[in-house]
């Protein structure tokens, strides 16, 4: 058994969490452990303390229905652990006995994005998308600078952008921000790797590579770039 955190054992106080509650702990636990009937089996038995000769069955039936870990879907799994016979008779049998289902080890769990479409490419994880860009996910952190460090410095090499005020007679200035080459660079990966592949709807579709100019509020052809836009 391992070491459980304080938010555990508040869990473990919990008399009846109910079996949404439980269900979803389940699956979290499962999610973070190896797909095999024995390994879903004992991580079970590590998040829920409950009659522990339903798990195995339970993982045996998850095993033969998904082939591979759900990360993409886990309200899926929520779903077939709620459902599944084995889980149904764990619940009754552990309320017979007067001590119902308890959550004892919250295991928290990253998920994936899901696609459906093949064209797409798949970039569930943060640590994809910075092996995508050939950098390490520290890396990855700063140019994306989710602490907005960057709007606590007032300029030099550790700014991603370079900001111009673009004069425009009689008009409201324009303020450009510039990407630093690197950023730039990045920008392009991402525009040609994956942006470029994702089906654009019908109204976007002058932007796009090869497209035919589209019709100006007037009724003439308005002039467009056969690039996509940075």
Do not use: C, K
Not at 52 to 65: C, I, N
Not at 157 to 172: C, I, S, V
């Amino acid at each position: 058994m391992t070491a459980h955190s304080p938010a555990s054992a508040v869990g473990a106080r919990e008399p009846d969490p109910g079996p949404d509650a439980v269900a979803t702990a389940l699956a979290d636990a499962l999610l973070a452990a190896e797909w095999t009937v024995g390994a879903l089996a004992a991580a079970a038995g590590e998040a829920v303390d409950g009659p522990a000769r339903f798990w195995r069955p339970l993982a045996r039936g998850l095993v033969r229905v998904l082939p591979r870990a759900p990360h993409d879907d886990p309200r899926t799994l929520v779903a077939l652990i709620r459902r599944d016979p084995a889980f149904t008779e764990a619940v009754t049998e552990a309320r017979r006995r007067g001590r119902p289902l308890r959550i004892v080890h919250h295991v928290p769990v990253t998920q994936e994005a899901r696609s459906t479409d093949p064209r797409l490419l798949r970039l569930g994880t943060v640590a994809d998308v910075a092996r995508l860009l050939h950098l390490t996910v520290g890396e990855l952190d700063w140019f994306a600078d989710p602490g907005r460090w960057n709007r606590r410095i007032e300029g030099g090499p550790l700014q991603h952008h370079r900001y111009e005020w673009r004069a425009r007679p009689g008009r409201t200035p324009r303020l450009l921000e510039v990407p630093g080459f690197r950023l730039r660079d990045l920008h392009r990966v991402v525009l040609d790797e994956v942006l470029a592949a994702v089906p654009l709807h019908d109204a976007a579709h002058s932007s796009s590579r090869g497209a035919a100019p589209s019709p100006a509020r007037d009724g003439t052809s308005a002039e467009r770039s056969s690039s996509p836009s940075t």
